[in-house]
């Protein structure tokens, strides 16, 4: 799936969309994909001029993007025109590695279960085979908006 497929499901535009590719789906399971890291980053001027690194929000953040496109891709009813879905919780994160400009973010998201609208998802990101970061997210699906 490349980014003109992403932004038919994701809301989200440059600079906060933060999925290049997916890799691989398996709808209710699983997803990969990528985040190339470049140097021009509108985050890295500020974070931090010597020592240009990824914030570790936005790798969450990517995570939950990808776990959006999970959740949209399982779902029976195929994707519906407004709807969105909310990050409502982060649970158990773990940052263990800088990303820093030229590194490709390796992203996986696992779905875990679903109560109640509330979605649990585990996610891991990783550059180079290194684990990165890991956490657990719970999103929620707005309704359709008219």
Do not use: C
């Not at 690194?53 to 959006?68: H, R, S, T």
């Amino acid at each position: 799936m490349d980014v003109n497929e992403i932004r038919k499901i994701l809301p989200h535009r440059h600079p906060f969309l933060l999925i290049d590719r997916v890799i691989e789906v398996v709808p209710g399971r699983r997803i990969r994909a990528i985040k190339n890291v470049s140097v021009n980053e509108p985050f890295f001027p500020g974070h931090f001029p010597r020592k240009p690194m990824m914030p570790g929000v936005l790798i969450v953040e990517a995570l939950a993007q990808a776990a959006a496109i999970l959740g949209e891709l399982s779902t029976s009813e195929g994707h519906a025109e407004g709807v969105l879905y909310y990050l409502v919780g982060i649970d158990n994160t773990r940052f263990r590695k800088p990303v820093g400009p030229g590194d490709q973010l390796q992203l996986e998201v696992v779905f875990q279960t679903v109560r109640r609208n509330i979605w649990k998802f585990s996610g891991t990101a990783s550059v180079d085979g290194v684990l990165v970061a890991s956490t657990d997210l719970l999103t929620t699906v707005s309704e359709p908006n008219p």
